[in-house]
T-cell receptor
Framework: DAGVIQSPRHEVTEMGQEVTLRCKPISGHNSLFWYRQTMMRGLELLIYFNNNVPIDDSGMPEDRFSAKMPNASFSTLKIQPSEPRDSAVYFCASSLAKGVEQFFGPGTRLTVL | SQQGEEDPQALSIQEGENATMNCSYK?????LQWYRQNSGRGLVHLIL?????REKHSGRLRVTLDTSKKSSSLLITASRAADTASYFCATDESNTGKLIFGQGTTLQVKP
């Protein structure tokens, strides 16, 4: 199994631009999580899906952030418009169910200039 | 909100020594998990201990859980330079079922 796949691995963009991060979870996993990691705030859960349905999006910073999971093998996290304070590493993780071992992707390092 | 709090924030030891990291949390949990993160990489799951367990072993790792004190410890025995990484505890909250990660302990093992 290839593990959780994220793309792109690095993204540099200018303030105001739209950014779309992509994630392919491990096949058969029912739960998918989006996290953001920064030095100041550590690892924050943004949103998680169970069986493609968003369960908890209380961690999404503001309306500029949106996430979708159109099917069991694909999810996107979109930031529109992006701001310099959105610069962080964004991780996608998947698991067989809520509350058990999570498998993390390699992350997308986002820099907003 | 970050429930888990790791202690210490940073730890530097010599190869061969043992490393102990502690984690405290606030709410009821189903389980507590430890993860490792190498610089520039995603987190890797190390071990899961359920709320009704008190101790668990996996290779050179030993995890304890004290639900009365809402704390856990991770012991790495006979450390190696390759153990250098950040270690995070994560609690599976009973009410929400989502993992809440602590701020992590940065471990440096000097060869």
């Amino acid at each position: 199994d290839a593990g959780v796949i994220q793309s792109p691995r690095h993204e540099v963009t200018e303030m105001g631009q739209e950014v779309t991060l992509r994630c392919k979870p491990i096949s058969g996993h029912n739960s998918l999580f989006w996290y953001r990691q920064t030095m100041m705030r550590g690892l924050e859960l943004l949103i998680y899906f169970n069986n493609n349905v968003p369960i908890d999006d209380s961690g999404m910073p503001e309306d500029r952030f949106s996430a979708k999971m159109p099917n069991a093998s694909f999810s996107t996290l979109k930031i529109q418009p992006s701001e310099p304070r959105d610069s962080a590493v964004y991780f996608c993780a998947s698991s067989l169910a809520k509350g058990v071992e999570q498998f993390f992707g390699p992350g997308t390092r986002l820099t907003v200039l | 909100s970050q429930q888990g709090e790791e202690d210490p924030q940073a730890l530097s030891i010599q190869e061969g020594e043992n490393a102990t990291m502690n984690c405290s949390y606030k709410t009821s949990i189903n389980n507590l998990q430890w993860y490792r993160q190498n610089s520039g990489r995603g987190l890797v799951h190390l071990i899961l201990i359920r709320s009704n367990e008190r101790e668990k072993h996996s290779g050179r790792l030993r995890v304890t859980l004290d639900t009365s004190k809402k704390s856990s410890s991770l012991l790495i025995t006979a450390s190696r330079a390759a153990d250098t990484a950040s270690y995070f505890c994560a609690t599976d909250e009973s009410n929400t079922g989502k993992l809440i990660f602590g701020q992590g302990t940065t471990l440096q093992v000097k060869p």
